[in-house]
């Protein structure tokens, strides 16, 4: 059944994806209930994941302070460059560039370490890493948005998504998995940890069709404001990968470590970051659809680089290359 999941998974989650697109335009009253259930779903889907991250393993991870730096470096040096120069384009309009800079400027905490372990990446490391990339952006991002943005966007800008966020999304799927690994016998959680790979595609498939789902509709209602951004958000990607690869090759990482930082580059905190856009003026009313607009790009751009990431040959991201 793993396999079979595995082999078909892109497939899955693009099937996914298109239903999800078709239900929620057709539907529209679905978005408020879809919407509700993001958090629980993704809640449980980073619970299986933690579940097959081997915890004997993990405080060597934690102790692991180069690959930390190379995250921190793409994500909060790097990455920051990019978004000021991408975002250029956006300054003459307040709202998609709150929107933009908000989305871009924060690093994924959560559904990036499923995307990674799919692709064979390092997600330990993401894992261990994710508190302090979690922290860090919550005290740099007044700091680059008062730089790219001014004052105006800055002082309405509301910190608590983050922390009920992390403690939800990450806290508490993390304690869940840790509590039953030391409840069972070795066995049981053996058997778990296999039920939680072969949970993972469809899992997945789950989150993807109730986010699509709960945010379609609206994004479609702005499709034509919207349009500009999303040129933009496949550039960083693209460019971001690219820095990914590079900040892994000069830090002579394994195959999997590389893959984690790629994925790291690339993945943005879309689904924190939406409740800290709601909460934007009026004014703004915009921004929160730029940033699901965002979440919506990036889905299809994880969903190819699942696929493609393995099968690089001379990237150091294919087996065997480094």
């Known amino acids: 059944m793993i396999q079979w999941f595995e082999r078909h998974q892109v497939a899955l989650y693009v099937a996914s994806i298109g239903v999800a697109v078709i239900v929620g335009l057709t539907v529209p009253g679905i978005a408020a209930p879809a919407e509700t259930l993001i958090n629980p779903v993704l809640a449980l889907l980073l619970y299986a994941t933690f579940l097959g991250i081997p915890f004997t393993r993990l405080g060597a991870v934690l102790r692991d302070w180069t690959f930390l730096r190379s995250t921190l470096l793409l994500n909060f040096v790097l990455a920051p460059v990019v978004v000021f120069g991408l975002s250029r384009f956006l300054a003459h309009d307040q709202a998609l560039l709150a929107g933009v800079l908000l989305v871009l400027l924060c690093p994924c905490v959560d559904y990036v370490m499923v995307f ?12 261990a890493a994710s508190p302090v990339l979690m922290l860090v952006q919550m005290l740099l991002l007044p700091v680059y948005l008062w730089l790219m943005a001014g004052t105006d966007v800055v002082s309405v800008v509301e910190i608590e998504p983050f922390v009920e966020a992390f403690v939800l999304l990450i806290v508490l799927p993390l304690a869940a998995a840790i509590l039953t690994e030391l409840a069972a016998r070795t066995r049981v959680v053996r058997i778990l ?13 789950l989150t993807l069709a109730v986010v699509v789902a709960s945010q379609i509709a609206g994004v479609g209602a702005q499709l034509a404001a919207l349009l500009v951004v999303i040129p933009l958000f496949v550039a960083f990607a693209l460019i971001m990968f690219g820095l990914g690869q590079w900040v892994g090759r000069r830090g002579g990482y394994d195959v999997a470590a590389r893959r984690a930082l790629v994925f790291s580059g690339v993945t943005r905190n879309s689904l924190v970051i939406l409740p800290l856009a709601i909460a ?3 004014a703004m009313d915009l921004a929160p659809l730029v940033v699901v607009t965002q979440t919506l790009v990036e889905l299809l751009i994880m969903v190819a680089m699942v696929r493609l990431v ?3 040959k001379h990237s150091g991201l294919a087996h065997g290359s480094a």
């Open 310 to 312: 393995p099968r690089f």
């Open 193 to 205: 940890e296999a039920g939680s790979m072969a949970a993972m595609v469809p899992l997945m498939m």
């Open 280 to 282: 934007l003026p009026a």
């Open 116 to 127: 990674t372990g799919l692709a064979g990446g390092a997600h330990d490391r993401l894992l």
